[in-house]
């Protein structure tokens, strides 16, 4: 596996994949039994852990009445300006956060890992 293969595999794996992103705004349906993946990453945005790896990190969630708003929606925004929006429907978790790091840009990636030292990242050394 190449470094892009691990860089990405390490995204997903911790809270380092959080450290990319600028800005998160969910939005969902509390009684929609399909808004369950948005309300799991909520919680995991909101967790110390994640607070603590990106501090500057802005999460906006949005409360949506039953009314035909939709379903869940999960906009995404990048360090580096980008946007990704989401309609995580019947997913997983796993499956937004595999969509989050494979959509990273690759010189953010770099970025990340010269920021830490060894073994702070995966890395044993």
Avoid: H
Avoid at 24 to 30: K, L, N, Y
């Amino acid at each position: 596996m190449g470094q892009l293969g691990v860089a990405l595999r390490t995204l997903r794996s911790n809270v380092n994949l959080f450290r990319a992103i600028a800005k998160c705004q969910v939005a969902f349906d509390p009684y929609d039994y399909r808004s369950v993946s948005a309300r799991e990453f909520l919680r995991r945005v909101n967790s110390p852990r994640v607070r603590r790896a990106n501090p500057r990190l802005v999460v906006e969630a949005t409360v949506r009445d039953g009314g035909g708003s939709g379903g869940a929606e999960l906009v995404i925004s990048f360090l580096d300006g980008r946007t990704l929006t989401l309609q995580p429907l019947d997913v997983d978790v796993k499956t937004i956060e595999r969509e989050i790091a494979l959509n990273i840009p690759v010189l953010t990636i770099y970025k990340l890992f010269e920021e830490e030292t060894s073994g702070s990242v995966g890395f044993k050394g």
